[in-house]
């Protein structure tokens, strides 16, 4: 069994800074792709960025230069620092991966269980 569990969300002002985690865990073999993904209420969930296995990165172009993702393989363990906070990136965060259980598996993608941020005065 393969958990993603999400942590590090609250409220913050315009402005300032917050750090997510999510920390993969069970029975995993290999990760390829990890992603960040945000839905705020009455919207579809969007895509915020991902990290390939060899860090390289792509983001969507409204969180470009604000937001940072980065990952440590050793831990199975992916990072989302956000900055330059704004109101309209208050939604619920989730973790995506692609995972393998074993090495004759496919990949198969994990959601986490979100975490709030509401950037508010």
């Known amino acids: 069994q393969v958990q993603l569990v999400e942590s590090g969300g609250g409220l913050v002002q315009p402005g300032g800074s917050l750090r997510l985690s999510c920390a993969a865990s069970g029975s995993i073999f290999s990760i390829n792709v990890m992603g960040w993904y945000r839905q705020a209420p009455g919207s579809q969930r969007e895509l915020v960025g991902i990290?390939?296995?060899?860090?390289?990165?792509n983001y969507v172009d409204s969180v470009k230069s604000r937001f940072t993702i980065s990952r440590d393989n050793a831990k199975n363990t992916l990072i989302l620092q956000m900055s330059s906070l704004k109101p309209e990136d208050t939604a619920v965060y989730y973790c995506?991966?692609?995972?393998?259980?074993?090495?004759?598996?496919?990949?198969?993608?994990?959601w986490g269980q979100g975490t709030q941020v509401s950037v508010s005065s």
């Open positions: 990290i390939f296995s060899d860090g390289s990165t």
């Open positions: 995506n991966a692609a995972i393998k259980v074993d090495r004759y598996s496919a990949y198969n993608m994990y």
